[in-house]
């Protein structure tokens, strides 16, 4: 099978964990620092808090910026559950955003129908490796106070007008799932440049402890507070190093996914039936997906052949508000989001990795061509 997505690793990768397993230190050590500086070389920005996983970044950036009940944040549904989850967690109350038909992007004309009195925050999600409208978010965000926030997940690497991800709201959250951009087996990170904003995200990933130097020269060196319910998100040293070896190779990856992807844009172009997302000549796309459109009432069947042929095909995603945990809260919400809902039935997302070969996507091709002919 040809997944849609896969981790790369190599000999040095398992060089680099195996030395931190014989160290002293397997979590909570050096490791951690040294990844968070790497990320913040990479991306250019601040600070950095390595954490358990993408959905616990997500959490402590809401829990960063006072999220609480009553407050809300509006999120895109077309998205991976968890960006509108970690509103959940902190007894905030997602709200549903509407995309944009060409690209799946988080729609600038539905977010600010959407806001109200109780509007914290808006969560821009960056479908597929691809930037969204950053300065139009930013404009409606400053115009109602709110905090800009990014779910990059998909978008390590990726650019807006020349600025990287990471530096386009005050606080952004990645993830090191294998099938992202890089891989830590688990792993998230908060960025921020905001240096309030990054303490309170470190002291979140554990148990809300701060550790106040004076107060440790007052009362002991045993001496700690928990001020504030946190959680064990911590992310391992070992963890850690597979991550730092990883993001060496990691310019060379992303190469690599932008080769991928224009050639299926090319190929792709004299297939009738097919419509791929749209590009921006001023966004550099980390392409974590490759999301093809086909006209719904074949999409199903497709997948299902593409499938019988070995080709892991995927649909991302699901619209969020059609998820059952939240139609039991808030009720049906079919029709919410008329774009979402209707191109969510077109969407399929094709094989794109590194280590993808050049054999291998053209079976993805030629088996898309042969099977859209029929
Ligand atoms: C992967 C992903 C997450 C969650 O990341 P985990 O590391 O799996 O917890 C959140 N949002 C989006 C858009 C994702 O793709």
């Known amino acids: 099978m040809i997944p849609y997505g896969r981790q790369l690793i190599d000999d040095e990768d398992i060089k680099a964990v195996s030395e931190v397993l014989k160290?002293?230190?397997?979590?909570?050590?050096?490791?951690?620092?040294e990844f968070e500086k790497a990320i913040c070389d990479f991306t250019e920005v601040?600070?950095?808090t390595a954490v358990s996983n993408g959905t616990s970044a997500l959490h402590a950036i809401m829990y960063a910026i006072g999220i609480g009940p009553g407050d809300e944040v509006i999120v895109p549904t077309m998205t991976f559950a968890a960006s509108a989850n970690s509103v959940v967690y902190q007894g905030g109350t997602p709200v549903f955003a509407d995309v944009k038909k060409e690209d799946l992007l988080i729609d600038p004309k539905s977010v600010e129908k959407l806001i109200t009195n109780n509007t914290k925050a808006?969560?821009?999600v960056d479908?597929?490796?691809?930037?969204?409208?950053?300065?139009e978010l930013r404009k409606i965000a400053d115009t109602h106070n709110l905090y800009l926030l990014s779910d990059a997940c998909h978008s390590l690497g990726g650019k807006y007008h020349d600025r990287n991800v990471g530096l386009l709201a005050d606080m952004t959250a990645l993830s090191f799932h294998p099938v992202k951009q890089i891989t830590t087996g688990e792993g998230g990170m908060v960025l921020t440049s905001d240096k309030e904003l990054a303490q309170k995200s470190m002291f979140f990933r554990n148990h809300g402890i701060t550790t106040d130097y004076h107060q440790r020269e007052k009362v002991g060196a045993w001496y700690y507070e928990m001020t504030d319910l946190g959680y064990n998100y911590r992310i391992t040293d070992f963890q850690c190093a597979l991550g730092i070896s990883q993001l060496t190779k990691f310019p060379e990856w992303l190469k690599a996914r932008n080769r991928i992807a224009e050639t299926y844009i090319e190929k792709l172009?004299?297939?009738?039936?097919?419509e791929p997302l749209a590009t921006d000549g001023n966004i550099y796309n980390a392409y974590h997906l490759f999301v093809i459109k086909v006209a719904s009432d074949i999409r199903d069947q497709l997948f299902k052949e593409m499938r019988d042929m070995d080709i892991g095909v995927n649909v991302h995603y699901i619209p969020v508000h059609f998820h059952p945990y939240y139609t039991k809260k808030y009720g049906s919400l079919k029709g919410l989001c008329p774009v979402a809902e209707s191109e969510y039935e077109?969407?399929?997302s094709l094989p794109i990795y590194p280590s993808?070969?050049?054999?291998?996507?053209?079976?993805v091709i030629d088996t898309l061509k042969k099977l859209l002919a029929k």
């Not at 479908?127 to 300065?135: H, N, V």
């Not at 993808?356 to 079976?363: I, M, P, R």
């Open 23 to 33: 160290s002293d230190f397997i979590t909570t050590g050096p490791k951690i620092k």
């Open 46 to 48: 601040e600070f950095a």
């Open 122 to 124: 808006i969560l821009a």
């Open 127 to 135: 479908y597929a490796g691809k930037a969204c409208d950053y300065e």
């Open 269 to 274: 172009s004299d297939i009738k039936g097919i």
């Open 346 to 348: 077109k969407i399929l």
């Open 356 to 363: 993808l070969t050049e054999d291998e996507q053209k079976y």
